[in-house]
Each structure stands twice: as structure tokens, then as C-alpha cells.
């Protein structure tokens, strides 16, 4: 497609319960963020990927996020044991260029909205 | 690291009429300001951008404006209309489009017709 696409748009999870959130970048793209959104927030960083290597997690909550993306272009964002402070929006964004590349736009998905009960 | 933070919270102005939303910045290493539009259950749209090595740049209706010795950035939009409506977001980086951003928490502006 030509723009970075997320699925699923919205998911209830019940308390405890695993979800897993895609990223389809768009075609070509080297940088691949995540981001979390909390309402009335802005978005804050949760993971870095150039191509396929996780060069940072530090934003990562919790030892219960995990994101991993194995052949450099889709990404999937785990979230075990799911709690009641995760409910945010999740925010997939791509750009052309690595770290050391030119100048780029960030492009956003339109996000995964994650209501856990 | 870096902490940004965007005043006032939020914004109401009569259509036609200019916008000026400011952000202040912590972190002096921070070269790459980009300035983000987000309409309701949307995605962040980029509406332009700034590095450090410039104090202006302009886009039609829409300019920013960065000062480094204050370590403060601001958009400013003329002509306003009611489609400027939306959450507006500042953020800031220390590595370029490409490294991670750090975003303020956003303004909504209201342009009254």
C-alpha cells in the first residue's frame, strides 16, 4: 500500500490476556518506530528498528513488551499479561533512511487502539 | 534526555484570524524540530519541520521559527480556517527524522467560523 498500515484498528483484551499489534511499513522504508499514545497525550517512543535490528528499546514499559521485526519490513508488537494502563493508542511509523542516512519524513499508521478491560 | 513542553494547552481564534503555539525544548544536542497535525482518531500528519541550523522556514500559510539560545521553537499559522482545526503536536530530536522524537503534549486548536 502506500501508506503504513496497522492491524487490528481497535482490541478489547480482558486483564491478562496477550495481544499482538501490526506494522506494515511502507515498501522500502529502513526506519520503523513504535509509539504509544496515551488519551489526550502526545506520543511517546517506545522502540527503534533499522531494518530488521532492534537498536532501541528503551522506551519499552515493561518487560511484558515485546517488538521484533525478523525480515526487515512487517513488525509486531507483543504485549503479555495485558493490564489496565496499556489501554492507549499504539502508533506505527516508518521513514526512508537509517540513522545515518539523508533527510525524511516520518510517515505514522493510523494506530491500534487497545482497550483492556 | 529530552523534554518538551507546548503552551498553551489549548487554542480557540476566529477564523481568518493568525495561531501561534510554542514549545520549549531541554536538551541543547536536539537539531531537527517537526511540527504534527492530528485530527480526531487520525494519524499524525507532518506539516513542517525545522533543523537546527536555520530560524525560519515557511510553507505557504504555515511557518516555524527556532531559537536556540532559548531553546524554544513555535509554529505560527495566518490566515486561519476551520480545517486548522486538530491537535497540533511539537517534537523534537537529537538525530534527525530517522532517530527518535520526543513530543510535547499537544495543543487543540479551535478555529470558529
Known amino acids: 500500500g502506500a501508506g503504513v498500515s496497522q492491524s487490528p484498528r481497535y482490541k478489547v483484551a480482558k486483564r491478562g490476556q496477550d495481544v499482538a499489534l501490526r506494522c506494515d511499513p511502507i515498501?522500502?522504508?529502513?526506519?520503523l518506530f513504535w509509539y504509544q499514545q496515551a488519551l489526550g497525550q502526545g506520543p511517546e517512543f517506545l522502540t527503534y528498528?533499522?531494518?530488521?535490528?532492534?537498536?532501541?528499546k528503551s522506551g519499552l514499559p515493561s518487560d511484558r513488551f515485546f517488538a521484533e521485526r525478523p525480515e526487515g519490513s512487517v513488525s509486531t508488537l507483543k504485549i503479555q499479561r495485558t493490564q489496565q494502563e496499556d489501554s492507549a493508542v499504539y502508533l506505527c511509523?516508518?521513514?526512508?533512511?537509517?540513522?545515518?542516512?539523508?533527510?525524511?519524513?516520518?510517515?505514522f499508521g493510523e494506530g491500534s487502539r487497545l482497550t483492556v478491560l | 534526555g529530552e523534554n518538551v513542553e507546548q503552551h498553551p494547552s489549548t487554542l480557540s481564534v476566529q477564523e481568518g484570524d493568525s495561531a501561534v503555539i510554542k514549545c520549549t525544548y531541554s536538551d541543547s544536542a536536539s537539531n531537527y524540530f517537526p511540527w504534527y497535525k492530528q485530527e480526531l482518531g487520525k494519524r499524525p500528519q507532518l506539516i513542517i519541520d525545522?533543523?537546527?541550523?536555520?530560524g525560519e522556514k515557511k510553507d505557504q500559510r504555515i511557518a516555524v521559527t527556532l531559537n536556540k539560545t532559548a531553546k524554544h521553537f513555535s509554529l505560527h499559522i495566518t490566515e486561519t480556517q476551520p480545517e486548522d482545526s486538530a491537535v497540533y503536536f511539537c517534537?523534537?530530536?537529537?538525530?534527525?527524522?530517522?532517530?527518535?522524537?520526543?513530543f510535547g503534549k499537544g495543543i487543540t486548536l479551535s478555529v470558529r467560523p
Open positions: 515498501s522500502g522504508h529502513v526506519s
Open positions: 517534537a523534537a530530536s537529537i538525530s534527525g527524522a530517522n532517530s527518535k522524537l520526543t
Open positions: 528498528f533499522q531494518n530488521e535490528a532492534q537498536l532501541d
Open positions: 525545522i533543523r537546527s541550523n536555520v
Open positions: 511509523a516508518s521513514s526512508l533512511f537509517g540513522l545515518a542516512g539523508g533527510t525524511g519524513e516520518l510517515f
